[in-house]
């Protein structure tokens, strides 16, 4: 039975006021906050661990080292990969991406080349692409999202084709509370000679995630929305696939032998991690994952869906407003507009009850101009929120819709 209370004792954070008020936060999308056992892994690295890795032979470099190798065992566990020798630190999401479509992008694509994305993609998996494209003469393709917030499949599966070298495409969107079928698009990728890029930002942190069982060649994911430190992330890539591509940063530890003409690399992921990383972030990464592997995914996605239709059905309650994506198969993230409101007005209000929501455009501006707004407010729900938190949001929307209606 999953002890929601209970989980929430580990985050002293959600014992803080806002205002005067218990803080409702309710912007887990942008990022999460962090149990307990986090902050001591963090604090037992740098008060006990702290070095460089891989560099030197001294103990405190050898436990460094080994911490943050073991990080790398854990997290490929987490995401199911066969071997952590495709597991790659990065800053987060948007550098992961940036390292594919340059090191990769800029080796395999040519003119005429085609990389097929979806309408629903964060700016961190279309502008990468854009900047690949302008440098190589690739031309992007889009597969449209439908009425209901669903990608059409069916044009996906006419857009892919001999001329498409890479899908690439959001696992889970941060707007629309959608789960699109990752697996049916790398099959379509795959059918056609095509790599298949997984933006795993907002499925890893909620969702049981299985790389093999995605079939996917990169998956990408951001430690800080799945309760770990900022300033890490991962690129998971086929090894095979890894081998193949150049480095994305030279520098040190990515480098086999160097001489003053030119260089030869080391074998993936090391070829990928330059200079000297967020050693202690990877440590707080590798507690992150424990937590959640103790928990279970299942248990964590299923209480997730439950508020996130409980969301769903509360927000409904409220006259005239639009919460964008489908009825069902959600995600917790709820995107909203009301009329008369601006989403902006809204989160300001809500702040002031010490609710955190997002509002705005959400880094997803063509998805915006789809969708016919500006921008939306944005609900989003992790595993220490709760129905009477949602209860908490809906209320105080009702009452800033009263605040609002007695100026127009
Ligand atoms: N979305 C949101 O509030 P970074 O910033 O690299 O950790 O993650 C980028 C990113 C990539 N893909 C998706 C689907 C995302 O949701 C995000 C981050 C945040 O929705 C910040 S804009």
Redesign the pocket.
């Known amino acids: 039975m999953y002890d929601v209370e209970k989980v929430r004792t580990e985050f002293p954070i959600l014992g803080r006021k806002v205002g005067g008020k218990d803080l409702v936060y309710l912007?887990n999308?942008?990022?999460s906050q962090k149990p307990r056992r986090v902050l001591e892994a963090l604090n037992e690295y740098y008060e006990e661990h702290n070095a460089n890795i891989h560099r030197g032979v001294h103990r405190l470099s050898e436990e460094a080292t080994s911490a943050y190798e073991g990080s790398r065992r854990k997290v490929a566990r987490f995401l199911g990969a066969p071997e952590e020798t495709g597991l790659v630190f990065t800053?987060?999401?948007?550098?992961?991406?940036n390292l594919v479509a340059h090191a990769w992008g800029r080796k395999e694509l040519r003119e005429g080349d085609e990389v097929v994305l979806t309408e629903v993609?964060?700016?961190?998996?279309l502008v990468p692409w854009q900047l690949a494209a302008r440098a190589t003469g690739a031309k992007l393709r889009f597969v449209p999202v439908l009425e209901d917030g669903t990608l059409d499949m069916e044009e996906a599966a006419r857009l892919i084709g001999p001329r498409t070298k890479m899908v690439a495409a959001?696992?889970?969107?941060?707007?629309l509370a959608t789960i699109n079928p990752v697996e049916r698009l790398a099959e379509l990728a795959h059918e056609a000679g095509a790599l298949m890029l997984v933006?795993g930002?907002?499925s890893a942190p909620h969702l049981p995630v299985n790389v093999e069982a995605l079939g996917c060649d990169f998956f990408?994911c951001?430690g800080?929305?799945m309760l770990g430190p900022?300033g890490v992330?991962v690129l998971w890539g086929r090894p095979e696939v890894l081998e193949e591509m150049d480095p994305f940063l030279g520098g040190g530890e990515m480098i086999r032998e160097v001489h003053l003409d030119h260089s030869t690399w080391n074998d993936p992921p090391h070829k990928f991690e330059a200079g000297t990383m967020n050693i202690g972030q990877v440590v707080g990464l590798g507690a992150a994952v424990d937590y959640l592997k103790g928990l279970r995914m299942e248990n964590v996605r299923e209480h997730e869906r439950r508020l996130g239709e409980y969301a769903y059905q509360r927000l409904s309650e409220l006259e005239g407003i639009t919460i964008h994506g489908p009825t069902e198969d959600r995600t917790g993230i709820a995107s909203f507009t009301l009329p008369d409101v601006h989403p902006h007005d809204l989160s300001q209000l809500l702040d002031e009850e010490g609710i955190a929501i997002?509002s705005g455009h959400?880094?997803?501006q063509p998805l915006m101009r789809r969708l016919g707004v500006v921008a939306t407010a944005?609900a989003?729900f992790y595993l220490y929120n709760t129905e009477e938190e949602v209860d908490a949001l809906v209320d105080a929307l009702a009452r800033a819709r009263e605040f609002f209606g007695a100026f127009v």
């Open positions: 912007d999308a942008a990022t800053r987060g999401t948007t550098e992961s991406v993609e964060h700016h961190s998996n959001v696992h889970a969107s941060n707007v933006d930002a907002q990408a951001s800080h929305k900022t992330g997002r959400h880094c997803t944005r989003s």
